[in-house]
């Protein structure tokens, strides 16, 4: 079993910021990748940006720029420094991880159960 806890989120004024993180733990022999999307209300879920364990990024336009994602492969740790928010912005925040457990053989996929946040005009 995998438990993906994430904070941070919240409501913040346009041009404020805010930093996401999302703990891993439980059944994880490797973490391949981890990484944040998000789901505006009426709006499929979208990637936001995401990190390897080798440390490359990959990031959505509307972001790049002023979002920022690390991570802390000693702790399973992944953040999102948010900066000059925008109204846009504001949706529910999914944290996503790509591994391989301990024992079954493969690569898995589990999801957060998500962190509002709410920029406001």
């Known amino acids: 079993q995998v438990q993906l806890v994430e904070s941070g989120g919240g409501l913040v004024q346009a041009g404020g910021s805010l930093r996401l993180s999302c703990v891993a733990s439980?059944?994880?022999?490797?973490?391949?990748?981890m990484g944040w999307y998000r789901q505006a209300p009426g709006k499929q879920r979208e990637l936001v940006a995401v990190i390897t364990s080798g440390g490359s990024t990959n990031y959505a336009d509307s972001v790049k720029g002023r979002f920022t994602i690390s991570r802390d492969n000693a702790k399973n740790t992944v953040f999102l420094q948010m900066n000059s928010l925008k109204p846009e912005d504001t949706a529910v925040y999914y944290c996503?991880?790509?591994?391989?457990?301990?024992?079954?053989?493969?690569?898995?996929?589990?999801w957060g159960q998500g962190t509002q946040v709410t920029v406001s005009s």
């Open positions: 996503n991880l790509d591994y391989r457990p301990w024992v079954v053989d493969g690569l898995y996929d589990y």
């Open positions: 439980g059944n994880i022999f490797s973490i391949n990748a």
